[in-house]
Nanobody, 124 residues
């Protein structure tokens, strides 16, 4: 079993900053990509940023230059530093451990594991 837990959400004013954290735990062998997604009320979930184990990062156009994703492979942890926050950044932010290889019942299996999400609210 693998568990993914996000933390760091909250209420912030426009122009402010927040840092989200996400930790994956369990019988993990490796995680290919760790990613942040977000889902605003009434909208579909969208990709925010990704980080591979090799250090390659990608960002949605809407957050480029404002958000920074970083990853600690040894701790199976990923962070999202968010700056210059805008009202439209308000959403539930989800962390995903994608293409995760983990041990269960003597076998190594692969899957995507999601966290429960953390609310980020940006107010004017």
């Amino acid at each position: 079993q693998v568990h993914v837990v996000e933390s760091g959400g909250g209420l912030v004013q426009t122009g402010g900053s927040l840092r989200l954290s996400c930790a994956a735990s369990g019988s993990i062998v490796s995680i290919n990509t760790m990613a942040w997604y977000r889902q605003a009320s009434g909208k579909e979930r969208e990709l925010v940023a990704t980080a591979t184990g090799g250090g390659i990062t990608n960002y949605a156009d809407s957050v480029k230059g404002r958000f920074t994703i970083s990853r600690d492979n040894a701790k199976n942890t990923v962070y999202l530093q968010m700056t210059s926050l805008k009202l439209e950044d308000t959403a539930v932010y989800y962390c995903a451990a994608e293409e995760t290889y983990y041990r269960t019942r003597g076998h190594t299996v692969r899957g995507n594991v999601w966290g429960q999400g953390t609310q980020v609210t940006v107010s004017s």
